[in-house]
Protein backbone atom coordinates (compact mmCIF):
# COMPACT_ATOMS: atom_id res chain seq x y z
CA UNK A 1 0.00 0.00 0.00
CA UNK A 2 1.60 3.58 -1.03
CA UNK A 3 1.33 6.05 1.98
CA UNK A 4 0.05 9.13 1.89
CA UNK A 5 2.06 11.62 -0.09
CA UNK A 6 3.42 8.80 -2.24
CA UNK A 7 2.91 8.76 -5.60
CA UNK A 8 -0.56 9.66 -7.12
CA UNK A 9 -2.48 8.07 -4.77
CA UNK A 10 -5.00 9.94 -2.03
CA UNK A 11 -5.50 8.57 1.31
CA UNK A 12 -9.16 7.13 2.18
CA UNK A 13 -12.49 6.85 0.47
CA UNK A 14 -15.88 5.37 1.59
CA UNK A 15 -19.24 4.03 0.24
CA UNK A 16 -21.16 4.59 2.99
CA UNK A 17 -24.71 5.58 4.02
CA UNK A 18 -25.57 8.97 4.18
CA UNK A 19 -27.52 10.49 6.89
CA UNK A 20 -28.88 13.67 8.97
CA UNK A 21 -28.62 12.64 12.54
CA UNK A 22 -30.50 14.34 15.04
CA UNK A 23 -29.67 13.71 18.90
CA UNK A 24 -32.20 13.90 21.17
CA UNK A 25 -32.07 13.34 25.40
CA UNK A 26 -35.15 11.86 27.40
CA UNK A 27 -35.01 10.46 31.02
CA UNK A 28 -37.29 7.84 30.39
CA UNK A 29 -37.24 6.16 27.26
CA UNK A 30 -40.62 3.89 27.29
CA UNK A 31 -41.91 6.02 24.94
CA UNK A 32 -40.01 4.41 22.21
CA UNK A 33 -41.88 0.88 22.61
CA UNK A 34 -44.31 0.99 20.07
CA UNK A 35 -41.12 1.46 17.60
CA UNK A 36 -39.12 -1.70 19.05
CA UNK A 37 -38.34 -4.21 15.80
CA UNK A 38 -39.71 -7.73 16.22
CA UNK A 39 -38.10 -9.25 19.30
CA UNK A 40 -38.20 -6.42 21.04
CA UNK A 41 -35.73 -3.42 22.04
CA UNK A 42 -32.45 -3.48 20.20
CA UNK A 43 -30.00 -0.52 20.61
CA UNK A 44 -30.15 0.22 17.04
CA UNK A 45 -32.82 -0.66 14.46
CA UNK A 46 -34.34 0.38 10.79
CA UNK A 47 -37.43 1.67 10.08
CA UNK A 48 -37.85 1.18 6.50
CA UNK A 49 -41.49 2.46 6.32
CA UNK A 50 -42.00 6.70 6.21
CA UNK A 51 -45.33 5.94 7.34
CA UNK A 52 -44.20 4.36 10.36
CA UNK A 53 -41.38 7.05 10.89
CA UNK A 54 -43.66 10.10 10.90
CA UNK A 55 -45.31 9.42 14.44
CA UNK A 56 -42.20 8.60 15.83
CA UNK A 57 -40.75 12.03 14.97
CA UNK A 58 -43.95 13.54 16.51
CA UNK A 59 -43.27 11.21 19.82
CA UNK A 60 -39.83 12.57 19.84
CA UNK A 61 -41.25 16.03 19.88
CA UNK A 62 -43.17 15.47 22.52
CA UNK A 63 -40.90 13.62 24.48
CA UNK A 64 -37.75 14.01 23.90
CA UNK A 65 -35.49 17.60 23.70
CA UNK A 66 -33.31 17.98 20.40
CA UNK A 67 -30.15 18.61 21.04
CA UNK A 68 -28.15 18.94 17.73
CA UNK A 69 -28.75 17.95 13.80
CA UNK A 70 -25.57 16.92 11.66
CA UNK A 71 -24.17 15.31 9.47
CA UNK A 72 -23.97 11.57 9.87
CA UNK A 73 -23.12 8.19 8.52
CA UNK A 74 -20.19 5.72 9.96
CA UNK A 75 -18.05 5.79 6.98
CA UNK A 76 -19.36 9.09 6.39
CA UNK A 77 -17.93 10.24 9.88
CA UNK A 78 -14.59 8.38 9.55
CA UNK A 79 -13.71 10.02 6.15
CA UNK A 80 -15.37 13.87 7.37
CA UNK A 81 -12.32 13.14 10.74
CA UNK A 82 -9.65 12.16 8.44
CA UNK A 83 -10.35 15.10 6.45
CA UNK A 84 -10.68 17.89 9.12
CA UNK A 85 -7.11 16.12 10.30
CA UNK A 86 -5.50 17.26 6.44
CA UNK A 87 -5.58 13.53 4.94
CA UNK A 88 -7.31 13.39 1.17
CA UNK A 89 -10.36 11.47 1.80
CA UNK A 90 -13.63 11.19 -0.32
CA UNK A 91 -17.21 10.12 -0.02
CA UNK A 92 -19.56 7.93 -2.06
CA UNK A 93 -23.26 7.45 -1.18
CA UNK A 94 -26.73 8.62 -1.44
CA UNK A 95 -28.97 11.08 -0.76
CA UNK A 96 -31.97 13.04 -1.63
CA UNK A 97 -33.24 16.32 -3.54
CA UNK A 98 -34.17 17.56 -0.58
CA UNK A 99 -33.46 19.74 2.54
CA UNK A 100 -31.39 17.34 4.41
CA UNK A 101 -29.86 16.58 1.27
CA UNK A 102 -28.43 20.30 0.69
CA UNK A 103 -27.32 20.30 4.62
CA UNK A 104 -25.29 17.35 4.03
CA UNK A 105 -23.43 18.69 0.98
CA UNK A 106 -23.01 21.37 3.22
CA UNK A 107 -21.89 19.42 6.47
CA UNK A 108 -19.43 17.42 4.37
CA UNK A 109 -18.27 20.25 2.05
CA UNK A 110 -14.61 19.47 3.11
CA UNK A 111 -14.91 15.65 1.57
CA UNK A 112 -14.73 15.36 -2.01
CA UNK A 113 -18.04 13.68 -2.31
CA UNK A 114 -19.25 12.00 -5.65
CA UNK A 115 -22.97 11.76 -4.22
CA UNK A 116 -25.78 10.35 -6.00
CA UNK A 117 -29.60 12.84 -5.66
CA UNK A 118 -32.67 11.58 -6.65
CA UNK A 119 -36.22 12.63 -5.73
CA UNK A 120 -35.96 10.45 -2.96
CA UNK A 121 -35.61 11.34 0.78
CA UNK A 122 -31.92 11.51 2.70
CA UNK A 123 -31.99 8.94 5.12
CA UNK A 124 -31.88 9.93 8.92
CA UNK A 125 -30.84 8.61 11.98
CA UNK A 126 -33.14 9.82 15.15
CA UNK A 127 -30.19 9.29 17.66
CA UNK A 128 -31.89 9.44 21.75
CA UNK A 129 -29.70 10.13 25.02
CA UNK A 130 -31.18 8.24 27.94
CA UNK A 131 -30.71 9.01 31.46
CA UNK A 132 -26.97 6.87 31.66
CA UNK A 133 -25.98 8.58 28.14
CA UNK A 134 -26.76 5.27 26.31
CA UNK A 135 -27.62 5.50 23.03
CA UNK A 136 -30.69 4.51 20.92
CA UNK A 137 -30.05 4.54 17.60
CA UNK A 138 -33.55 4.20 15.23
CA UNK A 139 -32.29 4.89 11.40
CA UNK A 140 -34.78 5.52 8.62
CA UNK A 141 -32.65 4.74 4.89
CA UNK A 142 -34.88 6.50 3.10
CA UNK A 143 -32.53 7.16 -0.52
CA UNK A 144 -29.70 4.93 1.14
CA UNK A 145 -31.75 1.91 0.06
CA UNK A 146 -32.11 2.95 -3.80
CA UNK A 147 -28.30 2.81 -3.90
CA UNK A 148 -27.60 0.19 -7.12
CA UNK A 149 -24.57 -0.73 -8.86
CA UNK A 150 -25.36 1.60 -11.43
CA UNK A 151 -24.85 4.60 -9.26
CA UNK A 152 -21.39 3.14 -8.56
CA UNK A 153 -18.11 5.15 -9.76
CA UNK A 154 -15.14 3.39 -9.92
CA UNK A 155 -13.02 5.91 -11.52
CA UNK A 156 -13.51 8.47 -8.72
CA UNK A 157 -12.58 5.07 -6.29
CA UNK A 158 -9.52 4.42 -7.84
CA UNK A 159 -6.97 7.11 -6.62
CA UNK A 160 -7.53 5.82 -3.37
CA UNK A 161 -5.11 3.33 -1.32
CA UNK A 162 -7.83 2.28 1.21
CA UNK A 163 -11.33 2.08 0.63
CA UNK A 164 -13.16 1.99 4.54
CA UNK A 165 -16.85 0.20 4.01
CA UNK A 166 -19.52 0.50 6.73
CA UNK A 167 -23.31 -1.23 6.47
CA UNK A 168 -25.71 0.22 3.33
CA UNK A 169 -29.21 -0.82 3.21
CA UNK A 170 -30.95 -2.77 0.90
CA UNK A 171 -28.37 -4.54 -1.67
CA UNK A 172 -25.47 -2.54 -0.62
CA UNK A 173 -23.78 -4.99 0.76
CA UNK A 174 -24.24 -7.16 -2.80
CA UNK A 175 -23.16 -4.11 -4.14
CA UNK A 176 -20.09 -3.41 -1.80
CA UNK A 177 -18.67 -6.88 -2.41
CA UNK A 178 -18.72 -6.16 -6.36
CA UNK A 179 -17.13 -3.20 -5.55
CA UNK A 180 -14.43 -5.01 -3.15
CA UNK A 181 -13.59 -8.07 -6.49
CA UNK A 182 -13.53 -5.31 -8.94
CA UNK A 183 -10.90 -3.13 -6.77
CA UNK A 184 -8.86 -6.02 -5.73
CA UNK A 185 -5.43 -5.45 -5.73
CA UNK A 186 -5.80 -1.97 -6.12
CA UNK A 187 -6.75 -1.09 -2.36
CA UNK A 188 -6.35 -2.22 0.79
CA UNK A 189 -9.75 -2.78 2.50
CA UNK A 190 -10.99 -1.34 5.91
CA UNK A 191 -14.11 -2.48 7.22
CA UNK A 192 -16.48 -1.18 9.97
CA UNK A 193 -20.08 -3.76 9.32
CA UNK A 194 -21.73 -2.91 12.88
CA UNK A 195 -24.55 -4.26 14.08
CA UNK A 196 -26.38 -4.42 11.20
CA UNK A 197 -24.07 -6.48 8.86
CA UNK A 198 -22.69 -8.51 12.03
CA UNK A 199 -26.26 -10.17 12.24
CA UNK A 200 -25.79 -11.43 8.52
CA UNK A 201 -23.33 -13.85 9.71
CA UNK A 202 -20.03 -14.65 8.78
CA UNK A 203 -21.12 -16.86 5.21
CA UNK A 204 -22.53 -13.42 3.87
CA UNK A 205 -19.54 -11.04 5.01
CA UNK A 206 -16.83 -13.61 4.30
CA UNK A 207 -16.03 -11.99 0.24
CA UNK A 208 -15.38 -9.02 2.28
CA UNK A 209 -13.59 -10.55 4.75
CA UNK A 210 -11.15 -12.58 2.83
CA UNK A 211 -9.69 -9.39 1.22
CA UNK A 212 -10.22 -7.04 4.88
CA UNK A 213 -7.01 -5.84 5.70
CA UNK A 214 -8.29 -4.00 9.28
CA UNK A 215 -11.58 -5.09 10.86
CA UNK A 216 -12.52 -2.41 13.16
CA UNK A 217 -15.57 -4.43 15.41
CA UNK A 218 -17.07 -4.39 18.97
CA UNK A 219 -16.61 -8.08 21.63
CA UNK A 220 -20.43 -8.04 20.70
CA UNK A 221 -20.51 -8.07 17.38
CA UNK A 222 -17.46 -9.93 17.20
CA UNK A 223 -19.85 -13.09 18.92
CA UNK A 224 -22.38 -12.42 16.95
CA UNK A 225 -20.84 -12.25 13.11
CA UNK A 226 -19.09 -15.43 14.29
CA UNK A 227 -21.99 -17.10 16.02
CA UNK A 228 -19.29 -17.98 18.83
CA UNK A 229 -18.09 -17.09 22.40
CA UNK A 230 -15.31 -14.70 22.76
CA UNK A 231 -12.05 -16.08 22.30
CA UNK A 232 -13.39 -18.85 19.55
CA UNK A 233 -15.01 -16.06 18.04
CA UNK A 234 -10.97 -14.34 17.02
CA UNK A 235 -10.16 -17.79 15.65
CA UNK A 236 -13.06 -18.31 13.78
CA UNK A 237 -13.01 -14.48 12.06
CA UNK A 238 -9.47 -14.54 11.84
CA UNK A 239 -9.52 -17.87 9.53
CA UNK A 240 -12.13 -15.79 7.35
CA UNK A 241 -9.04 -13.85 5.52
CA UNK A 242 -8.91 -10.57 7.78
CA UNK A 243 -5.60 -9.37 8.54
CA UNK A 244 -5.73 -6.86 11.47
CA UNK A 245 -8.88 -7.37 14.39
CA UNK A 246 -9.27 -4.20 15.67
CA UNK A 247 -11.77 -4.60 18.89
CA UNK A 248 -13.12 -2.29 20.55
CA UNK A 249 -14.11 -2.52 23.78
CA UNK A 250 -16.62 -0.38 25.09
CA UNK A 251 -15.16 2.11 28.08
CA UNK A 252 -12.11 -0.18 27.96
CA UNK A 253 -10.02 0.14 25.35
CA UNK A 254 -9.16 -1.67 22.21
CA UNK A 255 -7.42 -4.78 21.39
CA UNK A 256 -5.98 -5.36 18.28
CA UNK A 257 -4.93 -8.77 17.16
CA UNK A 258 -2.69 -9.52 14.47
CA UNK A 259 -0.44 -12.70 12.84
CA UNK A 260 2.49 -10.81 14.64
CA UNK A 261 0.78 -10.63 18.01
CA UNK A 262 -2.31 -9.32 20.37
CA UNK A 263 -2.31 -5.72 22.37
CA UNK A 264 -4.12 -4.78 25.02
CA UNK A 265 -4.97 -0.64 24.98
CA UNK A 266 -6.54 0.76 28.22
CA UNK A 267 -8.91 3.20 27.78
CA UNK A 268 -9.06 6.42 30.11
CA UNK A 269 -12.07 7.63 31.87
CA UNK A 270 -14.11 10.45 29.81
CA UNK A 271 -16.93 12.24 30.90
CA UNK A 272 -18.71 11.47 27.36
CA UNK A 273 -20.94 14.39 26.23
CA UNK A 274 -21.85 12.35 23.22
CA UNK A 275 -20.01 8.61 21.93
CA UNK A 276 -22.13 9.32 18.81
CA UNK A 277 -19.25 8.53 16.07
CA UNK A 278 -16.72 7.73 18.68
CA UNK A 279 -16.01 4.53 16.68
CA UNK A 280 -16.10 6.25 13.52
CA UNK A 281 -13.27 8.34 14.63
CA UNK A 282 -11.48 5.51 16.28
CA UNK A 283 -11.19 4.23 12.88
CA UNK A 284 -10.55 7.37 11.40
CA UNK A 285 -7.50 7.69 13.59
CA UNK A 286 -6.39 4.39 13.07
CA UNK A 287 -6.30 4.59 9.60
CA UNK A 288 -4.15 7.61 9.63
CA UNK A 289 -1.67 5.98 11.89
CA UNK A 290 -1.41 3.60 9.18
CA UNK A 291 -1.00 6.65 6.43
CA UNK A 292 1.40 8.01 8.85
CA UNK A 293 3.53 4.64 9.07
CA UNK A 294 2.74 3.65 12.53
CA UNK A 295 2.97 0.18 13.63
CA UNK A 296 -0.90 -1.41 14.91
CA UNK A 297 -0.10 -0.51 19.02
CA UNK A 298 1.11 3.17 18.09
CA UNK A 299 -2.33 3.34 15.61
CA UNK A 300 -4.52 1.98 18.67
CA UNK A 301 -3.10 4.48 20.90
CA UNK A 302 -3.40 7.26 18.54
CA UNK A 303 -7.11 6.16 17.80
CA UNK A 304 -8.14 5.71 21.77
CA UNK A 305 -7.13 9.23 22.58
CA UNK A 306 -8.32 11.01 19.35
CA UNK A 307 -11.66 9.35 19.76
CA UNK A 308 -11.99 10.42 23.35
CA UNK A 309 -11.61 13.78 22.31
CA UNK A 310 -14.59 13.14 19.82
CA UNK A 311 -16.53 12.78 22.95
CA UNK A 312 -16.53 16.12 24.70
CA UNK A 313 -19.05 17.70 22.19
CA UNK A 314 -22.33 17.05 20.35
CA UNK A 315 -22.08 15.67 17.41
CA UNK A 316 -18.72 16.35 15.22
CA UNK A 317 -18.56 19.70 17.38
CA UNK A 318 -15.47 17.55 18.91
CA UNK A 319 -14.37 16.28 16.57
CA UNK A 320 -9.89 16.39 16.27
CA UNK A 321 -8.49 18.83 13.32
CA UNK A 322 -5.31 18.74 12.00
CA UNK A 323 -3.65 20.56 14.58
CA UNK A 324 -5.03 18.17 17.56
CA UNK A 325 -3.78 15.06 15.20
CA UNK A 326 -0.08 16.79 14.80
CA UNK A 327 -0.23 17.31 18.78
CA UNK A 328 -1.32 14.01 19.98
CA UNK A 329 1.33 12.71 17.63
CA UNK A 330 3.97 14.68 19.52
CA UNK A 331 2.36 14.31 22.91
CA UNK A 332 2.68 10.53 23.28
CA UNK A 333 6.37 10.15 21.31
CA UNK A 334 4.18 8.80 18.05
CA UNK A 335 5.59 11.74 15.60
CA UNK A 336 7.19 10.07 12.31
CA UNK A 337 10.27 12.32 10.96
CA UNK A 338 9.22 12.79 7.33
CA UNK A 339 5.99 11.60 7.23
Not at 183 to 195: I, K, T, W
Request: charged share 25%; hydrophobic share 40%.
Amino acid sequence: MLKGGEGPLKDVVSLSSLNVDYLYEAEDLSFLEPFFPEGGYRRQWTIDDPDRAAPLHRVLEEKARLLTKSAGGSGANAVYCLAKMGFASGLMGKIGGDEEGEFLLKENGIVPFRRLVRNEKTGISLIVLGPSRDRTIIRIPNANRTLSWDDVDLDFLFPFSILHLTSLPGDGLQIQIRVVEELVGRMDVAFDPGETYVRKGLTALWPILRRCRWLFITEGELETLSGTPFPQAVSKVQASGVRTLVIKRKGAGATIINESGAWDLPAEPVKAVDTTGAGDVFAAAFLAGVLKGLNPLECGRLALTLSRQSMLGLGRTAYPNREDFEKTLGGIGLKREGK
